[in-house]
């Protein structure tokens, strides 16, 4: 069973960074994932997806802030993401590209003005 955990939110200043974190278990192989986020009384929307020949694509109001990657050596995935923006402000989830796996608790991030 596909496992997905989310953490590395926080509340931050407008202008700040955070790196956030998916760690993944039952998946022998990542080959493709994605972040998705769901501010409150919005759906949720795809923000960035990572694949394994190193493309990614992003939403296009964090192009520029926004980078996902992988790290080599674990089953996670990060969204580091700067110049955060209040607007930025949701419950920040893994998934696949098509979401298939059960979701997460997700990570609450918070952008103060």
Not at 6 to 28: D, H, I, K, W, Y
Not at 44 to 61: C, H, M, N, P
Request: positive net charge; glycine residues 10%; aromatic residues 10%.
């Amino acid at each position: 069973q596909v496992r997905l955990v989310e953490s590395g939110g926080g509340l931050v200043q407008a202008g700040g960074s955070l790196r956030l974190s998916c760690a993944t278990s039952g998946l022998s192989r990542i080959n493709r994932m994605a972040w998705y986020r769901q501010a409150p009384g919005k759906q949720r929307e795809l923000v960035a997806t990572w694949t394994r020949d190193s493309s990614a694509a992003y939403l296009d109001s964090v192009k520029g802030r926004f980078t996902v990657y992988k790290d080599n050596a674990e089953n996670t995935v990060y969204l580091q993401m700067s110049s955060l923006e209040p607007t930025d402000t949701a419950v920040y989830y893994c998934n696949g590209v098509l979401p298939i796996y059960q979701w997460g608790q997700g990570t609450q991030v918070t952008v103060s003005s």
